[in-house]
């Protein structure tokens, strides 16, 4: 099977304090650690295990400044075969649209089983990158997917859905599948592992490599963190006094 | 560009192994610690990584790093659990070291490839200082091929597969290779302060054949193997004290935020201030020498100051972050509540586990008088 990998590398921000820079469209990441963004991780795995079933190969893509490729070394100790980075430096601003459609060029020319993308990425949210390259390479797609089972080109597929239900689909290949977290359980790169892949090349890819430079869809205006709202009112004075006030905002809010 | 420039694979082992101490380590570390327990899932894990065997050569399965290497994944690695930290210590600075300098073919290729494949190397810890008559080493019994006698600490010698342990000789000391089913030993898990999942034991022999088949080192070559080894240790217990220092940190600025005195957050008061500022200061330093030391070692270069200096500096410096960490706490400090206790317990047992300070600068001074 061959089969494509999207990896994005992302700031860690679960645990960490979270500012706006300057420019109000950023945050501030001079302190932040970067790492492979989680569901991208668990759609990695879930290529190694196929790749362990059924053989074949796994390429790895990355829209990313040069750092990124530490993240993609270290999906190459993890089981990927190949690795590609596109200069994020050389495109601007990106929205999940803009930069689905750079990866999308980037590889339409390779042969592919099955693409595997995270699900979203932690640092935007876009949820776009998985739909987007399904719908311009004309294959099918499934997003929010917790189980892959193939047999015969056919794949069985569930999708997390609210409310704890589980959609079940049969798609055929090649196909895209943006994968949610908790799939699998993500191996940990071995260190003999990581030796070898720091020896391995990565292809460069920049934008004289892109047939046509993608436009954005959207453009960010500002970032912001939202105004704490006003949760509570402390009622203060005697028992008449709190009483006729908790009387006047009941009439207030039309509750009588 | 500083003076400590890692490489891309050495960038790449420190974030693999941050994230698997933030994930599999650092929510279990308390626990493990109390209990005085090794989780054989973690180890599992640790082995499948290549952390057993991460200084064996590539040859017997091992991941063939350095020393440099070795020092980066324990600092990350003790940040959340130093007892972890000194069995990679314990099986890669000695045990490993010992087989691959000293061990026949048959030797290497059978347990070079059981500590790869996640096998536990226990070390018995030789000291020639006497205390009242007796050293930390066997002595030989009148027949001189079965032992009887007791090995006060064991390094890893809870999980030990195979242990190194040293005899001592008329001449010397030898150093033997025994397997943890031998006829007549016995492990005893020792109580200690800190350290305590590491499995620390003590080893009774009743009777035990140690011949030259088990010999790994005979009695010409003992103590140049021991100190070599030590000195390799020294540098493994010196990132495990630079770790846990930035443990010490990390938990007193997150400590320092949160905590409120007289209507502000206690970070804000300078006598604070200039507590975390020394602990930074105390990294940075410590870090530089550990990384110095490792990087001599590698190229096998006069090494030897330079690793007791590193060694006093950053165990020395782990004892004192801890305890000013402990101190920025109050009272929570000294409870189990928060991790800064473990860290000075810990911080204490490596600084005493290794030649202590006292020798490490008499052996400095010595140097330098010659």
Do not use: W
């Not at chain 2, 007796?134 to 091929?145: C, V």
């Not at chain 2, 030898?174 to 003590?202: F, K, Q």
């Not at chain 2, 009272?331 to 317990?345: A, C, I, L, N, S």
Request: charge should be negative.
């Amino acid at each position: 099977m061959e089969l494509i990998v999207c990896i994005k590398r992302v700031p860690q921000t679960a645990e960490a304090e979270v500012k706006i820079d300057d420019s109000g469209k950023d945050i501030v990441k001079d302190r932040l650690t970067f790492d492979m963004n989680e569901a991208d991780s668990y759609a990695l795995e879930e290529a190694i295990l196929l790749k362990e079933k059924f053989g074949g190969a796994i390429t790895a893509v990355s829209l990313g400044t040069a750092e990124a490729e530490d993240t993609l070394r270290i999906a190459l100790a993890k089981g990927a075969d190949n690795a590609i980075r596109i200069k994020a430096e050389e495109f601007g601003e990106l929205d999940g649209y803009k930069t689905a459609m750079i990866i999308k060029e980037a590889i339409k020319d390779l042969k592919f089983d099955a693409i595997f993308t995270g699900c979203m990425a932690t640092d935007d949210s876009y949820y776009q990158v998985g739909p987007v390259l399904a719908e311009t390479l004309g294959v099918p797609h499934a997003t929010l997917v917790s189980k892959i089972e193939l047999t015969d080109k056919k794949v069985h597929v569930n999708r997390e859905l609210e409310g704890g239900l589980i959609e079940h689909l049969e798609m055929s290949l090649p196909a895209v599948f943006a994968v949610q977290t908790g799939i699998n359980e993500p191996r940990y790169a071995s260190l003999i592992a990581i030796r070898r892949a720091a020896a391995k090349e990565i292809k460069v890819l920049g934008k004289d490599d892109i047939a046509s430079e993608p436009k954005l869809n959207s453009t960010l205006e500002e970032l912001f963190v939202p105004p704490v709202g006003k949760r509570a009112e402390f009622l203060t004075g005697t028992a008449d006094e709190v009483s006729a006030r908790t009387a006047e905002i009941i009439k207030e809010k039309g509750l009588i | 560009m500083g003076l400590i420039e890692m490489s891309s694979e050495q960038k790449l082992i420190k974030s693999e192994v941050k994230k698997f101490t933030n994930a599999e380590l650092e929510p279990i570390a308390s626990d493990i610690e109390k209990d005085c327990r090794l989780p054989s899932e973690i180890l599992k894990k640790l082995a499948q990584m290549g952390l057993f065997g991460l200084t064996i050569p590539e040859k017997y399965g091992g991941s063939g790093l350095d020393a440099s290497s070795l020092s980066i994944a324990l600092e990350e690695f003790s940040k959340s659990c130093a007892s972890l930290g000194l069995i990679l210590v314990v099986n890669n600075c000695i045990v490993a070291n010992l087989l691959t300098r000293y061990g026949s073919p048959q030797i290497k290729e059978e347990y070079l490839k059981r500590i790869s494949q996640g096998g536990i190397g226990g070390y018995g810890l030789y000291s020639d200082t006497e205390i009242a008559g007796k050293t930390n080493a066997l002595i030989a019994e009148k027949d001189n091929l079965h032992f009887s006698g007791r090995i006060d600490l064991v390094l890893n010698g809870g999980a030990a597969d195979f242990c190194i342990i040293p005899v001592k000789s008329e001449r010397g000391i030898v150093l033997h290779l025994v397997n943890r089913d031998a006829a007549g030993i016995n492990y005893v898990p020792v109580e200690t302060m800190g350290m305590r999942s590491a499995g620390i034991t003590s080893l009774e022999f009743q009777g035990v054949k140690l011949g030259t088949e088990s010999c790994l080192v005979g009695e010409d070559g003992g103590l140049e193997a021991i100190q070599r080894a030590h000195d390799f240790a020294h540098i493994g217990y010196a990132a495990i004290a630079l770790g846990l220092t930035e443990a010490s940190l990390e938990a007193s600025i997150k400590y320092a935020k949160e905590r409120r005195q007289f209507g502000r957050a206690i970070c804000e008061f300078p006598m604070i201030q200039d507590i975390l500022a020394e602990i930074k200061i105390c990294i940075e330093k410590s870090r530089l020498l550990v990384h110095d030391a490792a990087h001599r070692f590698d190229k096998e270069e006069g090494y030897g100051m330079i690793v007791r200096i590193a060694c006093l500096t950053s165990c020395g410096g782990a004892v004192s972050a801890a305890l000013k960490a402990i101190q920025i706490h109050g009272g929570y400090g000294y409870t189990k509540d928060y991790p800064v206790e473990r860290y000075f317990r810990d911080a204490k047992s490596i600084q005493l586990l290794g030649e202590s300070p006292v020798d490490l600068r008499a052996k400095i001074a010595k140097e330098l008088l010659v």
